[in-house]
């Protein structure tokens, strides 16, 4: 088979085997997935080869399959919406494949052939697209993986891969809605450090933050924050988003120095502010910058960016026994006006002067 070629083989799942729609007014976040799937492989050999769309299922793997044991794996999380008028987007859909390229290449995976990824993408869509809901801010949520399956057990890099395309209808990431969160700045574990794996989507760096988040979590917090691996010090990501502040009127977010996902939310969320003209700075900023200006009045506000989460923003942090409150625990106006701006794009209810959005 070509390298190069865009076919598709679709199979349809019977009448019989289609499932039926969850309620859209109760869909919390990654419980439902559509009737269909997305899959292709690559091999040494072979390259890219069997593209096709099947009906949604498990696979078969031998207990030898090399992401079992050593956890080659990456992944993607992008979003399909549905306009007023019924026109179905994505949103910098060539971006997430570029990244998962990249994310690829950093655990030694094959690079996606990305227009296929995206033609799998559209084909899947267009086959489930009753699934996008219709919903106040319901989403098709969309995660493409690559894993490694080839049966084997010595430590090196497979021979053979899978990528897969599922979605899963969902309304907002946490429960709490687009009310502001409790945060738990980290300081006894560690995401990432220089020259390891921060930043690439990689499920290693997920499963590396589950303990973290599930203290937190016992704790009463909703996430925590990360700082740096080297001196926990700077600021670094929330475990689901990207981190901003506003302090002075100043928009800060860390920079992307390879220890932070380089997020796509993140991205547009600069842009958007650089075109609003006021101050914006991928800078490093400390724990005791924040805590401080936090407590002379200073921070004004903080928030997450990233697909799933979309704007969510922060009422509290603490760090090694202090708590401060943001903005009264309210979300702020650069949150509000970030979260309205992007959604109106991302639905199609504005302007697209930055090109994002793609029609299905
Ligand atoms: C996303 O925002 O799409 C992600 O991949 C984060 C994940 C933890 C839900």
Same mark, same amino acid.
């Given at each position: 088979m070509s390298h190069h070629n865009l076919e598709i083989t679709v199979h349809e799942c019977a009448a019989g085997q289609c499932k039926q729609r969850p309620d859209e007014n109760n869909?919390?976040?990654?419980q439902y997935f559509t009737n269909h799937m997305f899959t292709m492989r690559w091999n040494? !050999?072979?390259?890219? &080869? !069997?593209a096709r769309i099947e009906p949604y299922g498990p696979f078969s793997l031998t207990p030898a399959t090399l992401v079992f044991h050593y956890g080659q794996a990456i992944f993607e999380g992008m979003k399909a919406y549905r306009g007023t008028d019924e026109s179905i987007y994505f949103f910098r859909p060539k971006d997430n494949f570029a990244r998962m390229t990249r994310s690829a290449e950093r655990i030694c995976m094959p690079a996606l052939q990305e227009e296929l990824a995206l033609e799998g993408l559209r084909t899947l869509v267009s086959l489930d697209?009753?699934?996008?809901?219709?919903?106040?801010?319901a989403t098709l949520y969309i995660r493409p993986v690559m894993i490694a399956v080839e049966?084997?057990?010595?430590?090196r890099a497979a021979t053979d891969y899978l990528f897969f395309i599922i979605a899963c209808p969902v309304g907002a &990431? &946490?429960?709490?809605?687009?009310r502001p969160t409790k945060i738990y700045v980290e !300081?006894? &574990?560690?995401r990432a450090v220089p +020259? +390891?794996?921060?930043?690439?989507?990689?499920a290693a760096n997920y499963a590396a933050s589950v303990l973290a988040q599930k203290e937190a979590k016992d704790k009463g917090f909703s996430e925590v924050l990360w700082l740096d691996?080297?001196?926990?010090r700077n600021i670094e990501e929330v475990g689901t988003s990207n981190f901003f502040l506003v302090i002075d009127d100043e928009l800060i977010t860390p920079p992307l120095?390879?220890?932070i996902l380089p997020g796509i939310t993140r991205d547009s969320v600069l842009q958007l502010a650089r075109s609003w003209g006021g101050k914006v700075s991928e800078r490093l900023v400390s724990i005791d910058e924040v805590m401080a200006a936090a407590e002379n009045g200073r921070l004004q506000e903080c928030f997450g960016t990233g697909t799933a989460a979309v704007i969510s923003p922060i009422g509290e942090l603490t760090y090694k026994g202090r708590t401060v409150q943001i903005n009264k625990g309210e979300a702020g106006p650069m949150s509000c006006r970030l979260y309205d701006e992007l959604q109106a794009i991302q639905f199609g209810r504005q302007d697209d002067p930055f090109g994002w959005r793609v029609i299905v």
């Open positions: 869909l919390g976040f990654g040494i !050999d072979k390259g890219w &080869y !069997d697209r009753e699934w996008v809901p219709r919903a106040a801010g049966p084997n057990v010595g430590l &990431y &946490y429960p709490e809605g687009f !300081d006894k &574990y560690v +020259g +390891g794996v921060g930043e690439a989507k990689t691996g080297v001196e926990r120095q390879g220890s």
